[in-house]
C-alpha cells in the first residue's frame, strides 16, 4: 500500500516537471525595449514580435531628435531677376526683392567691384531693404534729378494752314476707259503745241499735285534733263502722265497710286517759275491734255 502510493506521488511530481519545461519553451510576450539593454535580448525585433511589424517606439533613436521644419527662406520657384528702372542719377539704392549685386552694378553702369567697395560687401550677400550707395562718396547728384521728374508737355503746334493753297477741282471726265481730272489748281499759262509736250499751269510753292488717273509710279526722280523733279504715272499699256518742275516728290517708282492722289509738290526745279508742267503721252507720243482733262 505504501509502495503504491510513493509510486502515485512520484509520477505525479514527473508530471508536474515535465509540464513545466514545456511553459519555459513558450515565446516570450512582446516587450517594448527601454533605455537599458541586456545581453539576453539580441533577437530582431521582427523574430520576437509575433504580430509582425515592430511597435512603435517613442524612444527609439532618432524618434525625438528630429529637427524642426523650417520653410526655406524663398518661397520656392525659379529665381526672377528684377529689371526695375532706376535713377541713373541716384546716390543710393534700396535693395528690392530679385536684386542682385550684378544686376544692379549694371542698371547703374558702375562695376560690381565699386558696389562692393562702396558699401563695404565683402560678397554678393545683399538682403531687401538695405540701402546702398550706387555713387561714390562724395557725389552731388546734377541739379534736378532730386526732385520728382517733371513731366513736360510740349505745346500744340500752331494750326498750320497752307497759305491760300488752290484745292484740286474734283471734276472728271472718261476718256478711252479712263477717269481723268486736274493734275493741280491754275491757269493754264503755257499751252500744248509747237515744242511744248504738254501744258504749264501757274501755282504757288507747295502746293499739290495730284495723279489724273489711277496707275503706277514707273518713275520718280530729276534724271531727265529740263523736267526738273518729275514723276511720271503709267495708267494702262497705252497711256502715261508726266508731273515735271516738282518742289519735292511723295512717292516711288513701283507704287500704286489712286486718282486724285497727292503725287509731289509744284515748285521750280530746272524752270524759269513755280510751274507744274504736266503731259498726256499716249503710245509714247505726246498729245494734247486738254483732250483728255478737264481744265
Known amino acids: 500500500m505504501l509502495k503504491q502510493t510513493a509510486f502515485r506521488t ?6 508536474l516537471m515535465l509540464g513545466a519545461c514545456s511553459w ?4 516570450a510576450a ?40 523650417t ?12 529689371n526695375a528702372p532706376v535713377d541713373i542719377n541716384a546716390a543710393t539704392h534700396t535693395v528690392i526683392r530679385g536684386d542682385t549685386v550684378y544686376n544692379i552694378a549694371k542698371r547703374y553702369n558702375i562695376t560690381q567691384d565699386n558696389l562692393r567697395a562702396w558699401n563695404n560687401l565683402a560678397d554678393n550677400n545683399i538682403g531687401v531693404g538695405q540701402v546702398l550707395r550706387v ?3 562724395g557725389y552731388v547728384a546734377p541739379a534736378g534729378t532730386a526732385a520728382a521728374p517733371v513731366v513736360t ?16 477741282s474734283g471734276a472728271t471726265r472718261s476718256v478711252a476707259g479712263i477717269t481723268w481730272q ?3 489748281a491754275g491757269n493754264v499759262i503755257a499751252n500744248f503745241g509747237g515744242s511744248n509736250k504738254g501744258v504749264d499751269i501757274a501755282g504757288t510753292a507747295g502746293q499739290a499735285v495730284v495723279s489724273s488717273a489711277d496707275g503706277k509710279v514707273v518713275y520718280a526722280g530729276s534724271g531727265l534733263r529740263g523736267y526738273g523733279n518729275l514723276v511720271i504715272v503709267q495708267h494702262n499699256s497705252t497711256y502715261l502722265t508726266a508731273y515735271g518742275h516738282n518742289q519735292s516728290l511723295l512717292v516711288k517708282e513701283g507704287q500704286t497710286v489712286k486718282r486724285g492722289q497727292t503725287i509731289a509738290r509744284m515748285g521750280s526745279s530746272d524752270a524759269d517759275r513755280t510751274k507744274l508742267h504736266f503731259e498726256v503721252r499716249q503710245n509714247g507720243k505726246p498729245v494734247n491734255p486738254t483732250q483728255y482733262v478737264p481744265f
Open 24 to 27: 519555459f519553451q513558450q515565446p
Open 30 to 69: 512582446p516587450v517594448v525595449a527601454g533605455t537599458t539593454t541586456t545581453g539576453a535580448a539580441t533577437a530582431p525585433a521582427e523574430q520576437s514580435n509575433p504580430y509582425g511589424a515592430t511597435p512603435y517606439d517613442p524612444n527609439a533613436a532618432g524618434a525625438d531628435t528630429a529637427v524642426p521644419y
Open 153 to 168: 508737355t510740349p505745346a500744340a503746334p500752331a494750326a498750320t494752314t497752307p497759305a491760300t493753297t488752290p484745292t484740286v
Open 10 to 15: 512520484g509520477s505525479a511530481a514527473l508530471i
Open 135 to 137: 555713387k561714390p562718396a
Open 71 to 82: 520653410p526655406p527662406a524663398s518661397s520656392g520657384g525659379a529665381y526672377i531677376p528684377s
Open 182 to 184: 486736274r493734275p493741280t
